[in-house]
């Protein structure tokens, strides 16, 4: 039994139950794939397209962003959105690594 990331999580783990969290929900998977690849999004766009409030979307652009997995840049009054590919990469690349080299 391995015993000592009982208490501290190594630091590749650091941030996984973040990204975990928020990709846990059904509406945030449906934000992210809405997304095709190199696409820059605002919250206009992705409420024009989406059956929930612009408050509701906000929210789940909010907690994405919190977790790294989009950017974002504001232009004049619009901020845009787009996924960090490369956060979310790493996380679940640690998470593979680890059940491939622990199993």
Same mark, same amino acid.
């Given at each position: 039994?391995?015993?000592?990331?009982?208490?501290?999580?190594?630091?590749?783990?650091?941030?996984?139950?973040? !990204?975990?969290?928020? =990709?846990?929900?059904?509406?945030?998977?449906? /934000? +992210?794939?809405?997304?095709?690849? $190199?696409?820059?999004?605002?919250?206009?766009?992705?409420?024009?397209?989406?059956?929930?409030?612009?408050?509701? !979307?906000?929210?789940? =652009?909010?907690?994405?962003?919190?977790?790294? /997995? +989009?950017?974002?840049?504001?232009? $004049?009054?619009?901020?845009?959105?787009?996924?960090?590919?490369?956060?979310?990469?790493?996380?679940?690349?640690? !998470?593979?690594?680890?059940?491939?080299?622990?199993?």
């Amino acid at each position: 039994m391995l015993t000592e990331h009982i208490h501290k999580l190594p630091q590749e783990w650091r941030d996984v139950s973040s !990204v975990f969290v928020a =990709l846990g929900d059904e509406q945030r998977q449906r /934000i +992210l794939l809405t997304f095709e690849p $190199g696409e820059r999004l605002n919250v206009s766009q992705l409420v024009s397209v989406s059956a929930l409030s612009r408050t509701a !979307v906000s929210h789940h =652009l909010k907690v994405l962003h919190h977790a790294g /997995i +989009l950017d974002s840049e504001k232009i $004049g009054k619009e901020v845009y959105f787009w996924i960090n590919r490369d956060r979310v990469s790493e996380t679940l690349q640690a !998470v593979l690594d680890y059940v491939k080299n622990n199993t």
